[in-house]
Nanobody, 119 residues
Framework: QVQLVESGGGLVQAGGSLRLSCAASGRIFSINVMGWYRQAPGKQREVVATITSGGSTNYADSVKGRFTISRDNAKNTVYLQMNSLKSEDSAVYYC?????????????WGQGTQVTVSS
């Protein structure tokens, strides 16, 4: 089994910053792509940013220049630094990881962490 545990969400004023962390644990052989997604009330879950094991990144247009995704492969951890936050960034943020275990390759999700940006 693999678990993803997120931390770092909270309430922040518009223009402020937050840093999310997501640590993967369990019977992990390797982790391929890791990413952050978000879901606002009444909306579909959307991708925010992804990062490969080699460090290649992709961002949603809405967060480019404001958010930075990074990872520590030795710690099986992915981070999301969020700057210049806007009210429209308010959502539940979910961590995702494409994990190779000894037995199989699967997609895993964290439990989500709430980010609320007040205007």
């Amino acid at each position: 089994q693999v678990q993803l545990v997120e931390s770092g969400g909270g309430l922040v004023q518009a223009g402020g910053s937050l840093r999310l962390s997501c640590a993967a644990s369990g019977r992990i052989f390797s982790i391929n792509v890791m990413g952050w997604y978000r879901q606002a009330p009444g909306k579909q879950r959307e991708v925010v940013a992804t990062i490969t094991s080699g460090g290649s990144t992709n961002y949603a247009d809405s967060v480019k220049g404001r958010f930075t995704i990074s990872r520590d492969n030795a710690k099986n951890t992915v981070y999301l630094q969020m700057n210049s936050l806007k009210s429209e960034d308010s959502a539940v943020y979910y961590c995702n990881a494409d994990v190779d275990t000894i037995i199989r390759r699967d997609d895993y999700w964290g439990q989500g962490t709430q980010v609320t940006v007040s205007s």
